[in-house]
């Protein structure tokens, strides 16, 4: 397992991602090592740089941006959002921005 920044209890500490649970906060921000994401997650602020080639096979990096980006008006739909704001697990993080 690799170790994640995980927001519980009002404050980040570093977690296993084999102790994560659903509904967990984590940080995907990209560092001197090789980021892979641990699970599928909702990308809830910044953008991301992830290689998907293992999942579809293309070798063309995706951006993924987070739901904050949606209008208020807008209710989240996986089958529709899912390529634009969804990391799945196994892709790598090649890159990563944090939100301003």
């Not at 500490?13 to 090592?33: A, E, T």
């Not at 209710?75 to 959002?81: G, Q, Y």
């Amino acid at each position: 397992p690799q170790t994640l920044q995980v927001f519980r209890d009002m404050k980040w500490d570093p977690l296993p991602s084999n102790l994560l649970v659903p509904g967990d906060v984590i940080s995907l921000q990209v560092s001197r090592h090789e980021l892979s994401s641990p699970c599928d997650a909702l990308l809830l602020h910044g953008t991301l740089i992830v290689d998907e080639a293992m999942l579809t096979g293309e070798s063309i990096p995706q951006h993924k941006e987070s739901v904050s980006n949606q209008s208020g008006e807008e209710v989240f739909s996986f089958e529709r959002d899912s390529k634009l704001n969804v990391v799945f697990s196994g892709t790598k993080v090649l890159q990563s921005e944090a939100a301003p």
